[in-house]
T-cell receptor, first 112, second 113 residues
Framework: GENVEQHPSTLSVQEGDSAVIKCTYS??????FPWYKQELGKRPQLIID?????GEKKDQRIAVTLNKTAKHFSLHITETQPEDSAVYFC???????????FGTGTRLTVIP | GAVVSQHPSRVICKSGTSVKIECRSL??????MFWYRQFPKQSLMLMAT?????????EQGVEKDKFLINHASLTLSTLTVTSAHPEDSSFYIC?????????FGQGTRLTVV
């Protein structure tokens, strides 16, 4: 099956700075990579996703990059705000499968 | 986006009793639903894959007799924690897939006392 690793496990940044979270996956057959934001005690919410036929995708302050050759993908948050503080999970979906494999999560803290 | 409703959001039960958690897809049909367990400050651990009209597929290490899953319709899956013990206390989340995107329920905080 797929193995997704995520780093760092915790990340603190000053408000206004950028934050980068990185994930690697093991199975080259994975073709869909979503990112979820989970606030304390709440459900994960999809914030951005990327498919294997695209190298980069951007949505306002959030961007995701994918390197298929190296099997890694990253989440970039620019101009961070305190409300960005949450746990972020990356995930990967194998082609033909329908369950996501999650990374271990990154607790992001944005310091005002 | 699609809506998945999970109920109850919080439940406290006595050790030895059973608790049922419901997961409903409100505006789409979900042939497959997933049940996750999340320990504090940890990732989502897939417990089982629930397929409509058939038996659930459990992940290694998950006791199928303890965590009973029923998926009787295209919009409803239930997870029953039987003979609950304090170590079963956790945050349980369901999700349903529409195409490739996963939609999560609100989660259920189970506390066994």
């Amino acid at each position: 099956g797929e193995n997704v690793e995520q780093h760092p496990s915790t990340l603190s940044v000053q408000e206004g700075d950028s934050a980068v979270i990185k994930c690697t996956y093991s199975d080259s057959a994975s073709n869909y990579f979503p990112w979820y934001k989970q606030e304390l005690g709440k459900r994960p919410q999809l914030i951005i996703d990327i498919r294997s036929n695209v190298g980069e995708k951007k949505d306002q302050r959030i961007a995701v990059t994918l390197n298929k050759t190296a099997k890694h993908f990253s989440l970039h948050i620019t101009e961070t705000q305190p409300e960005d503080s949450a746990v972020y999970f990356c995930a990967a979906l194998l082609t033909g499968a329908n369950n996501l494999f999650f990374g271990t999560g990154t607790r992001l803290t944005v310091i005002p | 986006g699609a809506v998945v409703s999970q109920h109850p959001s919080r439940v406290i039960c006595k050790s030895g009793t059973s608790v049922k958690i419901e997961c409903r897809s409100l505006d789409f049909q979900a042939t497959t639903m997933f049940w996750y367990r999340q320990f504090p400050k940890q990732s989502l651990m897939l417990m089982a894959t629930s397929n409509e009209g058939s038996k659930a597929t459990y992940e290694q290490g998950v006791e199928k007799d303890k965590f009973l899953i029923n998926h009787a319709s295209l919009t409803l899956s239930t997870l029953t924690v039987t003979s609950a013990h304090p170590e079963d206390s956790s945050f349980y989340i369901c999700s349903a897939s529409a195409y490739t995107e996963a939609f999560f329920g609100q989660g259920t905080r189970l506390t066994v006392v």
